[in-house]
């Protein structure tokens, strides 16, 4: 069975522009999470999907990020535009739903802002 | 509000040593999960195990195990016979198992490294 995947590995952007990070959970599983690490910081939760509603974005930093889950399988989040502390790692992880609790993560998006 | 706290910033065992990595917690959930992490300097973050609040045994799984003592609300993991491959950062996390979005709150983070 295929783990969580992200795409891509590594970003390097500037201030200003855009970028789209990509999630594909392990199949069959309805629960997504997106969290961030910061630099030298806690690995923070930014928000979670039940299939394709977002069932809690209280973790998302501002308007500058958009989630979806377009027919509740793969996951993007943008950032638009990228500011310098949007740098840190993008982790996502998918749970299979109620009767488990384990989140399996994903190896994470690197995203640098320049 | 849930908070994990982990206050070894890091730890050296020698090879084949058992290890124990703290973790305490503060919440007023009744019913939680516990869980802890490793990521490898690879980057991905590696489950390991779990231990729900309502367990009356101390989860294991393999060379892993859990000490958790719920009264003092420490969730401490423990190595036995540390392996080389066991160097990484480990991270220990909970989750509020009530209802609602299950989001993982983490402590810091801790470095294991493991001598020959």
């Known amino acids: 069975e295929a783990g969580v995947t992200q795409f891509p590995s590594h970003s390097v952007i500037e201030k200003g522009q855009t970028v789209t990070l990509r999630c594909d959970p392990i199949s069959g599983h309805d629960n997504l999470y997106w969290y961030r690490r910061v630099m030298g910081k806690e690995i923070k939760f930014l928000l979670h999907?039940?299939?394709?509603?977002?069932?809690?974005e209280s973790g998302m930093p501002n308007n500058r990020f958009l989630a979806e889950r377009t027919g509740g399988t793969y996951s993007t989040l943008k950032v638009q535009p990228a500011e310098l502390e949007d740098s840190g790692v993008y982790f996502c992880a998918s749970r299979a739903g109620p009767s488990t609790d384990t989140q399996y993560f994903g190896p994470g998006t690197r995203l640098t802002v320049l | 509000a849930q908070k994990i706290t982990q206050t070894q910033p890091g730890m050296f065992v020698q090879e084949k040593e058992a290890v124990t990595l703290d973790c305490t917690y503060d919440?007023?959930?009744?019913?939680?999960?516990l869980f802890w992490y490793k990521q490898p300097s690879s980057g991905e973050m590696i489950f390991l195990i779990y231990?729900?609040?309502?367990?009356?045994q101390n989860a294991t799984e393999g060379r892993y195990s859990l000490n958790f003592q719920k009264a003092r609300k420490s969730a401490n993991l423990v190595i036995s016979a540390s392996q080389l491959g066991d160097s990484a950062m480990y991270f220990c996390a909970m989750g509020n198992l009530q209802g609602g979005s299950e989001k993982l709150v983490f402590g810091k983070g801790m470095k294991l490294t493991v001598n020959p």
């Open positions: 231990q729900g609040s309502y367990d009356q």
């Open positions: 999907f039940v299939k394709e509603s977002k069932q809690d």
């Open positions: 919440t007023s959930d009744p019913s939680y999960g």
